[in-house]
């Protein structure tokens, strides 16, 4: 039996988590913009199958693996701030660069590569992970039953799913795409410096 309840006050929890600003949001709306909108959402399943791992890790208990082993935590801690630090360095290096022509994906290897753009940028900032394993789970209560732990990882998948990519198929037209132009230096260099203070900030954390 779902707890119906439970599910929603889940759900809330989630919207606000999902919905702040991050890497996630930067990743998203930078290649959106700059490339296919079929490659923008390939990026947001990948995005989305971390958040659904993160959430099932953390309502079944998988969150432990870190407990007992905290240098695994902190190899993917350095590793997601790291990577965070250079893609802001490679933004703030291409912000100066004309904005080409979006790129057209035809190609199955395209789409793969996409989506494990998603997956590295999600899987690169571990708080996502610290969000479902301590806020999102405290809001899940102990008695609840195997049907209702699946039916709120079900649930995390559809809100990362509408959010990002609704944020995907807005900022992929055509019109979107040229206000960017517009302000691409400055958009970038913004972005760029956003996710190094977040790779740095993960770091010494």
Not at 42 to 59: D, E, F, K, M, Y
Not at 97 to 126: C, E, Q, W, Y
Not at 161 to 185: C, D, H, M, Q
Request: aromatic share 12%.
């Amino acid at each position: 039996m779902i707890d119906i309840s439970a599910v929603f006050t889940a759900s809330i929890v989630c919207v606000a988590g999902v919905m702040s600003p991050g890497p996630n949001f930067v990743a998203v709306t930078h290649r959106a913009v700059t490339s296919s909108r079929t490659e923008a959402l390939a990026l947001v399943i990948g995005i989305v199958l971390v958040n659904s791992l993160w959430a099932s890790a953390a309502l079944f208990g998988l969150g432990a693996i870190f407990t007992l082993f905290p240098w695994l935590f902190w190899s993917v801690k350095l590793l997601g701030a790291s990577y965070l630090i250079w893609f802001g360095i490679v933004l703030l290096r291409r912000s100066g660069n004309p904005l080409p022509a979006k790129s057209v994906m035809n190609t199955h290897s395209g789409f793969i590569l996409a989506v494990r753009d998603g997956v590295v940028t999600n899987l690169s900032n571990p708080k996502s992970m610290i969000f479902y394993a301590s806020v999102f789970s405290a809001a899940v209560p102990a008695s609840a039953s195997f049907s209702t732990l699946l039916a709120m990882v079900v649930m995390v998948a559809l809100i990362a799913t509408f959010w990002y990519g609704g944020v995907a198929v807005v900022l992929s037209s055509e019109r979107a795409a040229n206000i960017y132009r517009k302000g691409k230096p400055t958009i970038e260099r913004i972005c760029g410096c956003f996710l190094i203070i977040f790779g740095l900030r993960q770091a010494i954390k």
